[in-house]
T-cell receptor, first 112, second 113 residues
C-alpha cells in the first residue's frame, strides 16, 4: 500500500506550458518535502512545507500544502527543458524523527 | 562543504553473491539513512542511524541485509546473499539531526544477474 500517491506518474509537455503534480495521502503529515532527482544522482530537496494551507514559491515553482496536511501540489509555470527530471514528494509524520515516506514519483519531460 | 560520498557507483554481481556499499556522510551530520530505490519507484528507507545507534530498521530485510556505523561516521550496507529483486539504486543520506533536511549521495546502482 502506497502511503503517498503521486499523480500523474508521467508527464510529457512542451516548453512554455504549465503543469501541476499532485501528492495525496489519507494520513496526516507534520511536514512534506518535494525533491527533484536527475538520472544518476540523488534527490535534491526543493522545499519543505509544514503548515496546513502553506504556499511557497521558488522562482517558477509553487508548492502548496493542503489545509488538512494530507496532500500537496507542485505547480510549474512556463516549463523549461531544464525542469526535466523525477519529482518526488516525501512526508514526515510527527513521531517519526526524520523518517521520510516517499511517493513513487512523477517523471517530467519537457520538450524544446 | 563536501557532500555525501558513496562508493562504488556501480556494481554487478550474480545472485547469491555478497556485496557491500560504503557511505561517508557530510561532516558533523549525526543522522545517516540508507534507502533502496527500485526503478520506477520512490526511495524506501532501509535503516536510520543516530550516531552509531539504530533508530529505525523496520523495513530492513534482516535475513540478508546488514548495516553498521561503528564509529558514528561512515557506514556500510551489506547484502548476503543477493537476490534478483535486490537490483536497485542504494542511496545514502545524512542530516545534522533527525528532523533536519536530508542530503543525498548519488547512490550505488546494483545489478543482479
Amino acid at each position: 500500500t502506497q502511503l503517498l500517491e503521486q499523480s500523474p506518474q508521467f508527464l510529457s509537455i512542451q516548453e512554455g506550458e504549465n503543469l501541476t503534480v499532485y501528492c495525496n495521502s489519507s494520513s496526516v503529515f507534520s511536514s512534506l518535502q518535494w525533491y527533484r532527482q536527475e538520472p544518476g544522482e540523488g534527490p535534491v530537496l526543493l522545499v519543505t512545507v509544514v503548515t496546513g494551507g502553506e504556499v511557497k514559491k521558488l522562482k517558477r515553482l509553487t508548492f502548496q500544502f493542503g489545509d488538512a496536511r494530507k496532500d500537496s501540489s507542485l505547480h510549474i509555470t512556463a516549463a523549461q527543458t531544464g525542469d526535466t527530471g523525477l519529482y518526488l514528494c516525501a512526508g514526515q509524520r510527527g513521531t517519526s524523527y526524520g523518517k521520510l515516506t516517499f511517493g513513487q514519483g512523477t517523471i517530467l519531460t519537457v520538450h524544446p | 562543504e563536501a557532500g555525501v560520498a558513496q562508493s562504488p557507483r556501480y556494481k554487478i554481481i550474480e545472485k547469491r553473491q555478497s556485496v557491500a556499499f560504503w557511505c561517508n556522510p557530510i561532516s558533523g551530520h549525526a543522522t545517516l539513512y540508507w534507502y533502496q530505490q527500485i526503478l520506477g519507484q520512490g526511495p524506501k528507507l532501509l535503516i536510520q542511524f543516530q550516531n552509531n545507534g539504530v533508530v529505525d530498521d523496520s523495513q530492513l530485510p534482516k535475513d540478508r541485509f546488514s548495516a553498521e556505523r561503528l564509529k558514528g561516521v561512515d557506514s556500510t550496507l551489506k547484502i548476503q546473499p543477493a537476490k534478483l529483486e535486490d537490483s536497485a539504486v542504494y542511496l545514502c543520506a545524512s542530516s545534522r539531526q533527525g528532523d533536519q533536511p536530508q542530503h543525498f549521495g548519488d547512490g550505488t546502482r546494483l545489478s543482479i544477474l
